[in-house]
Nanobody
Framework: VQLQASGGGLVPAGGSLRLSCAAS????????MGWFRQDPGNQREFVAA????????FYADSVKGRFTIPRDNAKNTVYLQMNSLKPADTAVYYC???????????????????????WGQGTQVTVSS
C-alpha cells in the first residue's frame, strides 16, 4: 500500500492542525493505521493508532485528550486531528500501515514502529511558542 501524508505546517502554540494520509494500492480497510513522529536526534515516537474498521484507537500519553485519529475507509484516508498544540509537538509526522493481525491491539505491538510495513513520506509540523 502506498501512503501519502499531507497537512503539516507552522502553527502557534494552542493552535490546531489536521494531517491526512491517503492510501492507495491495496484494500485500505484491511490495514490498521498509525501515526508516528520524529524530531532530529530522537527515535521515531508513537503518537496514535486506529484499527482497520475504526472501532479502536490508542494514543500516546503525551497527546491523549488533544489528538484524535479518525479514518474514512470510503476515502482511503486516515487523519490526525491535533488540537492545543505545544512546541513539544514539533516533529516530522509519519503515517504507517500494518495489515490486520491478531496481535495489533497489544500496546507493545501497535506502538512499535518496527511492526508497521508501509510508511508515508512524512510531513513537518512546527509549533511556535
Amino acid at each position: 500500500v502506498q501512503l501519502q501524508a499531507s497537512g503539516g505546517g507552522l502553527v502557534p502554540a494552542g493552535g490546531s492542525l489536521r494531517l491526512s494520509c491517503a492510501a492507495s494500492g491495496r484494500t485500505f480497510s484491511n490495514y490498521n493505521m498509525g501515526w508516528f513522529r520524529q524530531d532530529p536526534g530522537n527515535q521515531r515516537e508513537f503518537v496514535a493508532a486506529i484499527s482497520s474498521r475504526g472501532g479502536t484507537a490508542f494514543y500516546a500519553d503525551s497527546v491523549k485528550g488533544r489528538f484524535t485519529i479518525p479514518r474514512d475507509n470510503a476515502k482511503n484516508t486516515v487523519y490526525l486531528q491535533m488540537n492545543s498544540l505545544k512546541p513539544a509537538d514539533t516533529a516530522v509526522y509519519y503515517c504507517a500501515a500494518d495489515h490486520i493481525n491478531p496481535y495489533w491491539a497489544s500496546s507493545t505491538y501497535y506502538s512499535d514502529s518496527l511492526k508497521y510495513d508501509y510508511w508515508g513520506q512524512g510531513t513537518q509540523v512546527t509549533v511556535s511558542s
